[in-house]
């Protein structure tokens, strides 16, 4: 009988274990994964074949897709994009921050405002767009800037102006977690 409750006891910390251990773990895996996985050809669009064979249909490369995935592991994973995203190639750079759009992820709010700040015109470009599609409440971007594929300075410009200039006046408040 002693051994039946010994049983069932460890059975129940390797479940608390594992439950506590599982977020961990699949953003570990998932970062390995953004690391290894094949860069597209070109960071704006990847070119793929639809079912046919026959017209080209534009989506995520592996890495966004891969990136998308160690998005959805939620707050945990800030720091795993926080290291993926001080790399100095840029097309990396863009391919990542391009896997955080959607409204479930608010977490990634002050990462994005700290990657209107690069460099590169296609990482701050991406970096609005998520921002854009987190916050549903307001747009910080002119209509139809993200289906043209080139980075159009002066536009990249006033969106990063007014998106800055929210986060300022209110967004810190409201999603910069006390920072």
């Keep these: 009988m002693l051994a039946f409750y010994a049983g ?4 129940c910390l390797l ?13 570990w ?17 990847t070119l793929k074949a639809d079912s046919s064979g026959l017209l080209p249909v534009f989506g995520p490369g592996p890495r966004t897709i891969a990136a998308r995935k160690l998005a959805n592991c939620g707050a945990q994973a800030e720091p795993a994009f926080r290291r993926l995203l001080q790399t100095g190639d840029s097309r990396f750079r863009v391919e990542v921050v391009r896997a955080i759009y959607g409204s479930k ?3 990634a709010l002050p990462l994005l405002i700290e990657m209107t700040a690069d460099e590169d015109p296609r990482v701050v470009r991406e970096a609005i767009g998520g921002a854009d ?10 209509g139809g800037w993200m289906d043209n594929p080139g980075p159009q300075q002066a536009v990249v410009d006033s969106c990063r102006k007014k998106l800055l200039a929210w986060w300022k006046r209110e967004g810190k408040a409201k999603y910069g977690r006390g920072e």
């Design 8 to 11: 069932t006891g460890v059975i």
């Design 15 to 27: 479940l608390v274990g594992f439950y506590f251990a599982w977020t961990p773990v699949r953003v």
């Design 29 to 45: 895996y998932w970062e390995r994964e953004v690391l290894n996985a094949e860069p597209v050809a070109s960071p704006d669009m």
């Design 105 to 107: 992820h608010l977490w």
């Design 133 to 142: 599609s987190i916050v549903a409440d307001r747009s910080f971007t002119s």
